[in-house]
């Protein structure tokens, strides 16, 4: 007999798992989720998104105080780094965060089952020695960093993302394996603070998902802050000793290796579905070729009655997109008909300046065969930016050369990440980069430089 039984059971409090949750017992399904961790919030808000931009925020000021207020008139005679009071403001962001999550549970009546979660039946899930009913299961579990052969992971010298965030002191030297997201983000929070940093990528471009004319673009900008950079190169192994970690390089299309020495490494070559104790195997759920739980539309597995949502499944592990789908699960799960738009959902670098995109890249799109219109608007020629002293980067627009349809849009520049938001709208509603362009736009402001890229798109920018 179970303990207690429920509408609906998800397994994992990450973004995807707590939204649903959430949204299910806003449509009044009896709802439940489990979570291993002592907070609620996944990876994301204890280990991952908010913990980094809390340190990304508090480097940039440390960055700024240094090396730009002099040049708005604002002299600081003397700045100091208090490490310890930077990371304990992090916690508290974290904590403000988690238990914010946890007031929502109970102001939804969500049930919190404390424990690692295992599907035991279809319809029955195991926590904590308890057995629990539910009509629906929803997978949410997320991912893991992804190991890398040869550099074992021990969060002290060479450390995941996790360990990254946690560092009581600032590295002479630090290495970064990967030239994604986590990577740069975390890579430019401890140059700013003052360490060498490299970061060795195996592909011959940083940031391989996003428009190639702004991740070179955005490459020069991150090497005149200091980084340096090895692409094209890839890490066979790590020594560690007394003056810290040794590793091994190669060239990835062949050659003669190298040995490079850091104080801290980190891994970050991407992220892989966490699946570990779920019981999958044995209810016949089954796995991609990468391990992700296979889904339909609608976010069925292959097992009636269980379903699965964000990171462990298909498709580009953000937190927002798990969040859209635990939304649009709960909408099904209570019977309406729900749509997730993959194409309008933005990605964003929390560097600075920033970088964010949404919809199609121009190598997508010649590699579809696509006509389409580009436009483009610096901000070193948009007033609000001038006046910010954050001239770096540009907003460009694709637009179908034939019905002028928004196909996508890429920024880098400063708050990339809130001004890609209108964009990721026009391409819901179906805009043209004329809809954008005749849109009013408050002056000045820097989403005057969107107006103009759209303008751009038809070879009439007003201001270039």
Same mark, same amino acid.
């Given at each position: 007999?179970?303990?207690?039984?429920?509408?609906?059971?998800?397994?994992?409090?990450?973004?995807?798992?707590?939204?649903?949750?959430?949204?299910?017992?806003?449509?009044?399904?009896?709802?439940?989720?489990?979570?291993?961790?002592?907070?609620?919030?996944?990876?994301?808000?204890?280990?991952?998104?908010?913990?980094?931009?809390?340190?990304?925020?508090?480097?940039?000021?440390?960055?700024?105080?240094?090396?730009?207020?002099?040049?708005?008139?604002?002299?600081?005679?003397?700045?100091?780094?208090?490490?310890?009071?930077?990371?304990?403001?992090?916690?508290?962001?974290?904590?403000?965060?988690?238990?914010?999550?946890?007031?929502?549970?109970?102001?939804?009546?969500?049930?919190?089952?404390?424990?690692?979660?295992?599907?035991?039946?279809?319809?029955?899930?195991?926590?904590?020695?308890?057995?629990?009913?539910?009509?629906?299961?929803?997978?949410?579990?997320?991912?893991?960093?992804?190991?890398?052969?040869?550099?074992?992971?021990?969060?002290?010298?060479?450390?995941?993302?996790?360990?990254?965030?946690?560092?009581?002191?600032?590295?002479?030297?630090?290495?970064?394996?990967?030239?994604?997201?986590?990577?740069?983000?975390?890579?430019?929070?401890?140059?700013?603070?003052?360490?060498?940093?490299?970061?060795?990528?195996?592909?011959?471009?940083?940031?391989?998902?996003?428009?190639?004319?702004?991740?070179?673009?955005?490459?020069?900008?991150?090497?005149?802050?200091?980084?340096?950079?090895?692409?094209?190169?890839?890490?066979?192994?790590?020594?560690?000793?007394?003056?810290? #970690?040794?590793?091994?390089? *190669?060239? $990835?299309?062949? %050659? +003669?290796? =190298? @040995?490079?020495?850091?104080?801290?490494?980190?891994?970050?070559?991407?992220?892989?579905?966490?699946?570990?104790?779920?019981?999958?195997?044995?209810?016949?759920?089954?796995?991609?070729?990468?391990?992700?739980?296979?889904?339909?539309?609608?976010?069925?597995?292959?097992?009636?009655?269980?379903?699965?949502?964000?990171?462990?499944?298909?498709?580009?592990?953000?937190?927002?997109?798990?969040?859209?789908?635990?939304?649009?699960?709960?909408?099904?799960?209570?019977?309406?008909?729900?749509?997730?738009?993959?194409?309008?959902?933005?990605?964003? #670098?929390?560097?600075?300046? *920033?970088? $964010?995109?949404? %919809? +199609?890249? =121009? @190598?997508?799109?010649?590699?579809?065969?696509?006509?389409?219109?580009?436009?483009?608007?610096?901000?070193?020629?948009?007033?609000?930016?001038?006046?910010?002293?954050?001239?770096?980067?540009?907003?460009?627009?694709?637009?179908?050369?034939?019905?002028?349809?928004?196909?996508?849009?890429?920024?880098?520049?400063?708050?990339?990440?809130?001004?890609?938001?209108?964009?990721?709208?026009?391409?819901?509603?179906?805009?043209?980069?004329?809809?954008?362009?005749?849109?009013?736009?408050?002056?000045?402001?820097?989403?005057?430089?969107?107006?103009?890229?759209?303008?751009?798109?038809?070879?009439?920018?007003?201001?270039?």
């Amino acid at each position: 007999m179970a303990d207690r039984s429920f509408d609906v059971i998800v397994i994992g409090a990450g973004p995807g798992g707590y939204v649903c949750a959430i949204r299910a017992a806003q449509l009044g399904l009896s709802v439940a989720c489990v979570e291993m961790r002592e907070t609620l919030g996944g990876t994301c808000l204890n280990v991952g998104c908010i913990p980094s931009k809390a340190l990304l925020q508090s480097s940039e000021k440390f960055a700024e105080a240094n090396h730009a207020l002099a040049e708005h008139g604002v002299t600081v005679e003397r700045v100091g780094l208090d490490l310890a009071r930077m990371q304990a403001r992090k916690g508290e962001v974290v904590k403000a965060n988690v238990d914010g999550v946890a007031f929502l549970f109970r102001k939804n009546k969500v049930t919190w089952l404390k424990g690692r979660g295992r599907i035991i039946a279809p319809g029955r899930v195991e926590v904590a020695g308890e057995t629990h009913a539910a009509r629906h299961i929803v997978i949410a579990t997320g991912s893991e960093s992804m190991p890398l052969p040869g550099v074992e992971v021990d969060e002290q010298a060479i450390v995941s993302s996790t360990g990254a965030l946690a560092l009581d002191r600032v590295p002479g030297h630090l290495v970064v394996i990967g030239g994604g997201y986590i990577g740069l983000e975390l890579g430019s929070v401890w140059r700013r603070l003052g360490a060498r940093v490299t970061v060795v990528e195996v592909l011959d471009r940083i940031v391989p998902t996003m428009d190639g004319e702004v991740a070179k673009q955005f490459q020069r900008i991150l090497a005149k802050q200091g980084l340096t950079f090895r692409l094209g190169t890839k890490v066979t192994g790590a020594r560690k000793g007394n003056a810290g #970690v040794t590793l091994t390089l *190669e060239p $990835a299309r062949g %050659g +003669a290796a =190298e @040995e490079i020495t850091a104080d801290v490494v980190l891994v970050a070559i991407g992220r892989r579905a966490y699946t570990e104790g779920l019981g999958l195997a044995e209810l016949g759920v089954q796995l991609d070729e990468r391990g992700r739980v296979k889904t339909t539309d609608g976010y069925a597995t292959s097992v009636p009655g269980i379903w699965a949502i964000g990171d462990v499944i298909a498709g580009p592990m953000l937190a927002h997109k798990a969040e859209d789908e635990g939304v649009a699960l709960a909408e099904i799960l209570a019977g309406q008909h729900p749509h997730v738009n993959y194409e309008a959902i933005p990605g964003v #670098v929390y560097t600075w300046p *920033e970088v $964010a995109s949404v %919809g +199609a890249t =121009e @190598e997508e799109l010649k590699s579809r065969g696509v006509a389409y219109r580009a436009g483009k608007f610096p901000f070193s020629a948009n007033g609000r930016a001038r006046a910010m002293g954050e001239t770096d980067g540009f907003v460009k627009i694709l637009a179908d050369a034939a019905t002028d349809r928004l196909l996508g849009a890429h920024i880098l520049g400063p708050d990339a990440g809130t001004l890609i938001a209108e964009l990721a709208l026009a391409i819901e509603f179906g805009a043209s980069s004329e809809d954008v362009a005749r849109t009013s736009h408050a002056h000045p402001s820097l989403n005057e430089a969107v107006k103009e890229a759209a303008l751009a798109a038809h070879g009439k920018p007003l201001h270039l």
